[in-house]
T-cell receptor
Framework: AQSVTQPDIHITVSEGASLELRCNYS??????LFWYVQSPGQGLQLLLK??????LVQGIKGFEAEFKRSQSSFNLRKPSVHWSDAAEYFC?????????????????FGTGTLLAVQP | EAQVTQNPRYLITVTGKKLTVTCSQN?????MSWYRQDPGLGLRQIYY???????DKGDVPEGYKVSRKEKRNFPLILESPSPNQTSLYFC???????????????FGDGTRLSIL
């Protein structure tokens, strides 16, 4: 079955430091990948998405992610973290219906990484 | 402004008392979905709807009902809530899938339910 793994449950970084959040997926074909951010008390906001083409994807708020097929990874990065980046981050893969027998594509989420930012 | 609106945002209730969480989107999206978010489990799909009068079970449908009588609305119904349904719930919508495109989902701000 398709799955998404975010190995880091909780990460703390200092403001201004660089950030990398890990995401690994299990999927047989070219995946459609997303990163969402959930700020406290808010819904999920799309940071970026990868469908095809350039493996380095730019998103909002200065985030980027790199798709590495050989490693089945889609890690999220930011060169300099701001205090407002403290949130929970979710990686997700869009799974075609043929892979799970449903009527349409399904978004499968990782368990999330909670980011804390120290002053 | 394009948005998905859920109500209520917070609810504390008791076991067995029927409740409905409403969800409305103003983007004319065909697809709508409900998720629950629990610590350590991420988001899991409860039900989804591909269009009016078309609904189907997700991964954790037990104890929930949905309906899709209008395109913009997709209420989640808990006929007899139990404490294990205490969770954070999200409604989402997206446009119809195209052949070459994967549409990202738009999420509401969430509804925190506590069932005592």
């Amino acid at each position: 079955a398709q799955s998404v793994t975010q190995p880091d449950i909780h990460i703390t970084v200092s403001e201004g430091a660089s950030l990398e959040l890990r995401c690994n997926y299990s999927y047989g074909a070219t995946p459609y990948l997303f990163w969402y951010v959930q700020s406290p008390g808010q819904g999920l906001q799309l940071l970026l998405k990868y469908f095809s083409g350039d493996t380095l994807v730019q998103g909002i708020k200065g985030f980027e992610a790199e798709f590495k097929r050989s490693q089945s990874s889609f890690n999220l990065r930011k060169p300099s973290v701001h205090w407002s980046d403290a949130a929970e981050y979710f990686c997700a893969v869009d799974t075609p219906r043929l892979y799970y027998g449903g009527a349409t594509n399904k978004l499968i989420f990782g368990t999330g990484t909670l980011l804390a930012v120290q002053p | 402004e394009a948005q998905v609106t859920q109500n209520p945002r917070y609810l504390i209730t008791v076991t067995g008392k029927k409740l409905t969480v409403t969800c409305s989107q103003n983007m004319n999206h065909e697809y709508m979905s409900w998720y629950r978010q629990d610590p350590g489990l991420g988001l899991r799909q409860i039900y989804y709807s591909m269009n009016v009068e078309v609904t189907d079970k997700g991964d954790v449908p037990e104890g929930y009902k949905v309906s899709r009588k209008e395109k913009r609305n997709f209420p989640l119904i808990l006929e007899s809530p139990s404490p294990n349904q205490t969770s954070l719930y999200f409604c989402a919508s997206r446009a119809k899938e195209g052949q070459e495109d994967r549409q990202p989902q738009h999420f509401g701000d969430g509804t925190r339910l506590s069932i005592l």
